[in-house]
């Protein structure tokens, strides 16, 4: 697996990775989008949740082109 953590911020509550999209896709298909990678967010939160300790992890998608963010429950 290889990738990168577009966004990474500390709350606190705990830490939110945020991904970002260049869909230009309506807002009524954000949702949908947002799943299709919920794999990919999941192995963000694995990997980050192993290396940091930490268990209160968030993780949304941001869409970009059209200003618009998703939460993604993996």
Do not use: M
Request: glycine share 6%; with cysteine.
């Amino acid at each position: 697996v290889s990738g990168w953590i577009d966004l990474l911020i500390e709350t606190e509550d705990g830490f939110v990775i945020i991904d970002h999209k260049a869909s230009p896709r309506q807002r009524s298909e954000w949702k949908d989008i947002a799943l299709s990678y919920s794999g990919q967010l999941d192995a963000y939160r694995a990997a980050f949740s192993k290396e940091q300790k930490a268990n209160n992890i968030q993780c949304w998608i941001h869409f970009a082109l059209t200003g618009g963010i998703v939460k993604v429950e993996t």
